[in-house]
């Protein structure tokens, strides 16, 4: 009966990337903190692999897609087919679903760049009229979950998980210092923002950190590959969750990651050092000479994540504008990884409603 079904907010975000449902996370925990919606019931629509992304929901209504989230990617040139072909087929499945236990009291329907939400003041907030505004929205957002004391964390039972199959597979090697690496290597989105174009020497870097016995765990959807032959590097090519994803940074004494390209921003806001190998997009394109909406503001990642005190964050990109890394191996070899309590280290589960969309 209607009178004992609970009222919710239900948001949908019709993308289909971490960093975009990263952004949708900023979105959710900006309503949360609101006037309008604080006291609300905020329902959110995910897929599995990116339930980690959203912690501020009240509940989460996880679902399947045929395609693994970013493998998805290598099968289009325009992520707006998804978009097309897909969201309001989902829309209408998920509220069908909802309905037979909830009021749906408004439904809000999230794109990073437009925004259908009842309240005009919100929806204010949220306009942009350039692509670069609406990226000092989110990085504003970023900025701000940050100074607030915010990070994204794993599922414990997750990491225990991963660090049972990484033992088994004897991915980390013991008493040395393990770090993660991630690369891009698309084969239809934007590939000029691949690994191997933005950091072109990185195969010398490879060889520099194996022959100093530091070990190296490359990680993509799917990864760049180098042909190095050492018990210290390995190649991940596997569809990892976000909550098995930042399971196996915790296992690691860093990461080391292109901040060029979007997969850049739910990695800076997970609890491990960080070593960007480029310089950062926001600084370079929300820097001095573009539009900006604070002319104060850096813009800068590593500066917000470096305020905090609670992780270490060393911006590699000078060093690696020549072929001698002596230097980074050092750094990589003497900064110790934080120490985490059990209740810093993993997120609070949501309810977690679990929704497989029809074939159509």
Same mark, same amino acid.
């Given at each position: &009966?209607?009178?004992?079904?609970?009222?919710?907010?239900?948001?949908?975000?019709?993308?289909?990337?971490?960093?975009?449902?990263?952004?949708?996370?900023?979105?959710?925990?900006?309503?949360?903190?609101?006037?309008?919606?604080?006291?609300?019931?905020?329902?959110?629509?995910?897929? %599995?692999?990116? /339930?980690?992304?959203?912690?501020?929901?009240?509940?989460?209504?996880?679902?399947?897609?045929?395609?693994?989230?970013?493998?998805?990617?290598?099968?289009?040139?325009?992520?707006?087919?998804?978009?097309?072909?897909?969201?309001?087929?989902?829309?209408?499945?998920?509220?069908?679903?909802? %309905?037979?236990?909830?009021?749906?009291?408004?439904?809000?329907?999230?794109?990073?760049? +437009?925004?259908?939400?009842?309240?005009?003041?919100?929806?204010?907030?949220?306009?942009?009229? *350039?692509?670069?505004?609406?990226?000092?929205?989110?990085?504003?957002? &970023?900025?701000?979950?940050?100074?607030?004391?915010?990070?994204?964390?794993?599922? *414990?039972?997750?990491?225990?998980?991963?660090?049972?199959?990484?033992?088994?597979?004897?991915?980390? /090697?013991?008493?040395?210092?393990?770090?993660?690496?991630?690369?891009?290597?698309? !084969?239809?989105? *934007?590939?000029?923002?691949?690994?191997?174009? /933005?950091?072109?020497?990185?195969?010398?870097?490879?060889? @520099?950190?194996?022959?100093?016995?530091?070990?190296?765990?490359?990680?993509?959807?799917?990864?760049?590959?180098?042909?190095?032959? +050492?018990?210290?590097?390995?190649?991940?090519?596997?569809?990892?969750?976000?909550?098995?994803? &930042?399971?196996?940074?915790?296992? +690691?004494? $860093?990461?080391? !990651?292109?901040?060029?390209?979007?997969?850049? !921003?739910?990695?800076?806001?997970?609890?491990?050092?960080?070593?960007?190998?480029?310089?950062?997009?926001?600084?370079?394109?929300?820097?001095?000479? $573009?539009?900006?909406?604070?002319?104060?503001?850096?813009?800068?990642?590593?500066?917000?994540?470096?305020?905090?005190?609670? @992780?270490?964050?060393?911006?590699?990109?000078?060093?690696?504008?020549?072929?001698?890394?002596?230097?980074?191996? +050092?750094?990589?070899?003497?900064?110790?990884?934080?120490?985490?309590?059990? %209740?810093?280290?993993?997120?609070?589960?949501?309810?977690?409603?679990?929704?497989?969309?029809?074939?159509?």
């Amino acid at each position: &009966m209607e009178e004992n079904k609970k009222s919710i907010v239900f948001l949908y975000c019709p993308l289909f990337e971490f960093h975009s449902y990263t952004k949708f996370g900023f979105f959710v925990h900006y309503l949360k903190q609101s006037s309008e919606y604080k006291d609300k019931t905020l329902l959110a629509a995910v897929p %599995e692999e990116a /339930v980690g992304c959203v912690p501020s929901a009240d509940i989460l209504l996880a679902f399947c897609h045929p395609h693994k989230l970013e493998h998805y990617l290598n099968l289009i040139d325009d992520q707006n087919d998804f978009v097309r072909e897909d969201c309001f087929s989902f829309l209408h499945q998920a509220k069908e679903k909802l %309905e037979k236990d909830f009021i749906i009291e408004e439904e809000i329907i999230f794109n990073e760049f +437009s925004i259908k939400i009842n309240s005009s003041e919100i929806q204010k907030v949220f306009k942009s009229t *350039q692509l670069l505004c609406s990226y000092e929205i989110y990085f504003t957002l &970023m900025r701000d979950y940050l100074r607030q004391g915010y990070w994204l964390k794993p599922f *414990q039972e997750d990491y225990l998980s991963i660090k049972k199959e990484m033992e088994e597979r004897k991915i980390f /090697v013991p008493n040395k210092k393990n770090y993660i690496l991630i690369t891009r290597n698309f !084969i239809k989105k *934007q590939p000029g923002s691949n690994t191997q174009n /933005v950091v072109p020497n990185l195969n010398h870097f490879l060889e @520099a950190t194996v022959k100093n016995e530091i070990n190296i765990v490359n990680i993509g959807f799917p990864p760049s590959h180098y042909d190095i032959t +050492s018990e210290y590097y390995k190649e991940l090519d596997e569809s990892f969750s976000q909550s098995e994803l &930042m399971s196996m940074f915790y296992l +690691s004494d $860093g990461v080391l !990651i292109s901040a060029l390209a979007g997969g850049f !921003i739910p990695i800076s806001i997970t609890l491990n050092n960080l070593y960007p190998l480029t310089e950062e997009w926001s600084v370079k394109y929300l820097g001095d000479g $573009g539009p900006r909406v604070d002319k104060k503001e850096k813009w800068s990642v590593e500066a917000w994540r470096n305020e905090t005190g609670k @992780a270490k964050t060393v911006n590699l990109f000078e060093f690696f504008k020549g072929n001698s890394f002596k230097a980074v191996i +050092s750094l990589l070899q003497n900064i110790n990884k934080p120490t985490l309590s059990t %209740e810093e280290k993993f997120a609070k589960k949501q309810d977690i409603l679990y929704f497989k969309q029809k074939e159509n």
